[in-house]
């Protein structure tokens, strides 16, 4: 594997961990993975860092568009903190959007707003696997 893999991997698994805690691990200098890092965040590979929340619940959402209005529709989504991600899809349905929401009346305000664009099929999480 791939050293920018590896460190990608570490990050990925706890990205709290310093660049000499993860260095120790590939057999690298501190500088040298922070010199990594860099270069994937200025060439675009990492994008942000964030936190992973047990509290809230997650729903899959098809986007079914009936406009046009493709920018308009990723803007709007793009704004909303709680979607976690926002994926032009092919097959059944044009968009996929994770919403991460902390009640059910957040999910249902959500789901009003994207009726402009289209209509939608939402899936829920029943359980967690991994």
Not at 8 to 35: C, M, P
Request: glycine share 4%; with cysteine.
């Amino acid at each position: 594997m791939d050293i920018n893999q590896q460190i990608l991997t570490e990050l990925s698994k706890d990205a709290r961990q310093s660049f000499q805690e993860i260095g120790k691990k590939l057999h690298l200098s501190g500088q040298a993975v922070s010199a990594r890092v860099k270069k994937m965040e200025d060439e675009g590979l990492i994008t942000s860092y964030t936190i992973k929340r047990s509290d809230l619940e997650t729903a899959y959402i098809t986007i079914f568009m009936q406009s046009t209005a493709y920018t308009s529709f990723e803007e709007e989504v793009s704004r909303q903190e709680a979607v976690e991600q926002l994926a032009k899809i092919t097959g059944e349905g044009c968009y996929l959007v994770v919403y991460r929401y902390e009640s059910i009346n957040q999910l249902e305000t959500f789901l009003q707003t994207l009726l402009q664009y289209g209509r939608y099929r939402v899936n829920t999480v029943v359980r967690k696997i991994k």
